[in-house]
Every structure is written in C-alpha cells, then in structure tokens.
C-alpha cells in the first residue's frame, strides 16, 4: 500500500537497551522527519533529512541517531533508552521543502 | 522567539456549537501557518493552512483567522459535529528555506452529541 508505514507500533524495552524504530514511504519523497509527542509539549522535531545522505539535528536530538541509506527509509535509533524517551514516535515526509507534511501512524514505545 | 503558545488545552462544546482555539507565536519572522488534526491511534493530517498576506481562510466548516499585527491565529470549527472531537495543532514557520515546523501544545477538543 501506498504511503507511510511506521514500524513496530507498540515497543516496550528496558533502560539501556538499543531500540531501533523504522519508518518507509513509498512516495519517493525527498524529506523526511521525526517528531516525538508528549503531552504537555506537543510534536517536537528530532531530526530530518533532506535526502539520502543527508541528515540534520532538529529541536530534540540528544540519545538519538538516524540514518537515510535509501530514499525511502528511515530508522531512527535509540542507543541507550532512557525512561526520558517514553513517547508516541511519529515519522513524516513531503515531496517539497515548503508544504503538507504526511504522518505514520506512530510508534508507542515505553522505557522501563 | 521558535515558541507557539497554544490554548486552551481541552474544549468540550456542544453538538452544533462553535469551538475556537487559538495560537500565539513569537517569530515575527514565520509566514506560514498550518493547523492539523489528530484523531486517537492516528498519526496528525493537515486540516488547513494561512500565510499571512491575508486575515481570514475558510474551507467548509474551518476557518482560520490571522492577526499579524498581535502575533495570533485562531482555528473557529462552525457547527462542531462528534466526528470533529480530536486533539488539534497550531504551527508555524519559514516559508523560505528549509521549512521546520514548530507546534503548538495541542487541544483536545470534544464535541458532545
């Protein structure tokens, strides 16, 4: 199906433990986001990419690490989770530096 | 200056009502304001969008007001049906350049039948 996909949807995982969550987008488009939601401070920017290759931090970026080997890929990482990085993990894209973003569905992940 | 101060943070409204929800940003600077709607287990969609050459837009039953002058904007839902009952976001930023958008708290709203 045509889209967003965000994978898993629900992770329940230890402190320290590595935590990778993917995201895929068959619409070939060029950026790509993470945002973090929590209640009290809604969608925070993590980090982006412009295009493969090429990433960049956003507003919250500390304890995490991403990669874009492929246009249509991009996992985010936790290398030690944190109770701190309890969240609802939301992957998005556009096709044009300016515009529409479009949302996965999520990621609901839960440190212990 | 990169904050939007959204309120209220939960709404309850009538079936049929208006329900208003406003946003205040400090970047004198952004020129573009989206609003998007989030719907439990969902992730956010676009619901509607300004920039700020003109004071007012409206599709259907959304309507958005712009007050540059007092660094405001205002999502109005016109006859607010239960399917309306969401958690909704204000943002903003640059139309210029690599666009980041910055959000709003969120509101939940409800609309009871």
């Known amino acids: 199906d045509a889209g967003i996909t965000q994978s898993p949807r629900y992770k329940i995982t230890e402190t320290g433990r590595q935590v990778t969550l993917m995201c895929h987008q068959t619409?070939?488009?060029?950026?790509m986001f993470w945002y973090r939601q929590d209640l009290g401070h809604g969608l925070r920017l993590i980090y982006y990419s412009a295009a493969a290759d090429i990433t960049d931090k956003g507003e919250v970026p500390d304890g995490y690490v991403v990669s874009r080997s492929k246009t249509e890929n991009f996992p985010l990482t936790l290398e030690s989770a944190t109770r701190s990085q309890t969240s609802v993990y939301f992957c998005?894209?556009?096709?044009?530096?300016?515009?529409?973003?479009?949302f996965g569905e999520g990621s609901r992940l839960t440190v212990l | 200056q990169q904050q939007v101060k959204q309120s209220p943070q939960s709404l309850i409204v009538q079936k049929g009502g208006i329900s208003i929800i406003n946003c205040a940003y400090e970047n004198t600077a952004f020129d573009y304001f989206p609003w998007y709607q989030q719907f439990p287990g969902k992730g956010p969609a676009l619901l509607i969008a300004?920039?700020?050459?003109?004071s007012e837009k409206k599709e259907g039953r959304f309507t958005i007001s712009f007050n540059k002058s007092a660094k405001q904007f205002s999502l109005h839902i016109m006859d607010s049906q239960p399917g309306d009952s969401a958690t909704y976001f204000c943002?903003?930023?640059?139309?210029?350049?690599?666009?980041?958008?910055?959000f709003g708290t969120g509101t939940r709203l409800l609309v009871s039948p």
């Open positions: 300004i920039r700020p050459d003109v």
């Open positions: 943002a903003a930023s640059l139309n210029t350049g690599f666009q980041k958008l910055v």
């Open positions: 619409w070939s488009h060029s950026y």
């Open positions: 998005a894209s556009r096709n044009r530096v300016v515009g529409e973003l479009f």
